[in-house]
């Protein structure tokens, strides 16, 4: 079987169809253009330059185009890029297509679904339950498709979904240790707390900021969308204050993006659950193509740091 992108090590060659999924112009200090690029495969993704372009490359090497590149990888300030040494589109003829090059979720949209409305069931308070299904059958098709983020966890068809599924069986776990939680609360929480995603990302392929999502954001964005259902069905009281203020605090600090910090425990445990996901997702993912013996490549997100991966079983 051939080694996804993400699976080459330091030093070995590359030729290969990938997909861009990004795409930037850039200038170096001496004025000479380049482009910065994302490349995917099935693995994951990769960040490569393609030095001294010219206008026409703009166009050329643009987000969902696939294409053949030959290089070898190299390790820069701790994390592998492709170093490009060949590039041009796919030909029609050779038959490539974006499916074989975008990573999804290994479980169906119907599993995930399925694992989500068990949660929903779950719930005894009637108008939290019907604010999330409400808004949950309102873009369940985007819910089901989309990614949680264009980049470093959940950032592939399906994502967001797998995101919040993961994060209902951490969410049950901490509920059955604490019971004085409120499960209902923080059930709704997770399912809701990243619907706006559906707004502020394009979708699920070569995926990039609205512009919905760079003005207003999908925290925001969400706060509204909760407070349009709960008019909708006719719903008033603390519950709809309540999961505002959950999807408004969920990153937990001002410096991380969250208007609010969290001021109720659910808001509180929603934090830690959305941190623990995301985080473990990055380290399974950097640790999945890092050798027994050393140390994966830094990760930004994680205080640029790098993580041994122990010889013991």
Same mark, same amino acid.
Request: hydrophobic residues 35%.
């Given at each position: 079987?051939?080694?996804?992108?993400?699976?080459? %090590?330091?030093?070995?060659?590359v030729d290969t169809f990938l997909l861009i999924k990004q795409s930037t112009k850039g200038v170096t200090t001496t004025g000479n253009p380049f482009m910065s690029l994302v490349l995917q495969d099935k693995?994951?993704?990769?960040?490569?330059?393609?030095? +001294?372009?010219?206008?026409?490359?703009?166009?050329?090497? %643009?987000?969902?185009?696939?294409?053949?590149?030959?290089?070898?990888?190299?390790n820069y300030r701790g994390k592998n890029q492709l170093?490009?040494?060949?590039?041009?589109?796919?030909?029609?003829?050779?038959?490539?297509?974006?499916?074989?090059?975008?990573?999804?979720?290994?479980?169906?949209? +119907?599993?995930l679904l399925e694992?989500?409305?068990?949660?929903?069931? +779950?719930?005894?308070?009637?108008?939290i339950q019907r604010i999330t299904r409400h808004l949950l059958?309102?873009?369940?098709?985007?819910?089901?498709?989309?990614?949680?983020?264009?980049?470093?966890?959940?950032?592939?068809?399906?994502?967001? %979904?797998?995101?919040?599924?993961?994060?209902?069986?951490?969410?049950?776990?901490?509920?059955?240790?604490?019971?004085?939680?409120?499960? +209902?609360?923080l059930y709704s929480g997770i399912i809701l707390h990243d619907i706006g995603k559906v707004f502020e990302l394009s979708g699920p392929i070569s995926t990039s900021y609205t512009v919905e999502g760079n003005l207003l954001?999908?925290?925001?964005?969400?706060?509204?969308?909760?407070?349009? %259902?709960?008019?909708?069905?006719?719903?008033?009281?603390?519950?709809?204050?309540?999961l505002q203020h959950m999807v408004l605090s969920h990153h937990g600090k001002e410096e991380w993006g969250s208007p609010k910090k969290p001021m109720i425990k659910e808001a509180e445990i929603l934090h830690y659950i959305d941190n623990i996901d995301a985080k473990m997702m990055m380290l399974d993912r950097a640790l999945e193509k890092t050798k027994p013996g050393e140390f994966t490549e830094r990760l930004f997100p994680l205080d640029n740091r790098s993580f041994y991966k122990p010889n013991v079983q």
């Open positions: 079987m051939t080694k996804g992108i993400t699976q080459r %090590a330091v030093g070995e060659t693995s994951g993704d990769i960040e490569a330059k393609l030095w +001294d372009t010219k206008d026409e490359h703009e166009a050329m090497y %643009a987000a969902e185009t696939i294409v053949r590149v030959g290089g070898e990888i190299h170093r490009i040494k060949s590039i041009r589109p796919a030909k029609p003829e050779e038959k490539k297509s974006i499916s074989d090059l975008v990573p999804s979720s290994e479980k169906s949209t +119907d599993e694992e989500i409305l068990k949660y929903l069931f +779950d719930m005894q308070n009637p108008q059958k309102k873009y369940q098709e985007r819910i089901l498709t989309f990614p949680a983020a264009t980049r470093n966890h959940h950032d592939y068809v399906s994502g967001l %979904a797998d995101h919040v599924v993961s994060m209902l069986k951490l969410g049950k776990s901490i509920c059955d240790i604490y019971p004085s939680l409120n499960k +209902d609360l954001g999908h925290i925001s964005i969400m706060v509204t969308e909760i407070s349009k %259902a709960a008019e909708e069905l006719s719903i008033e009281g603390e519950e709809v204050l309540l």
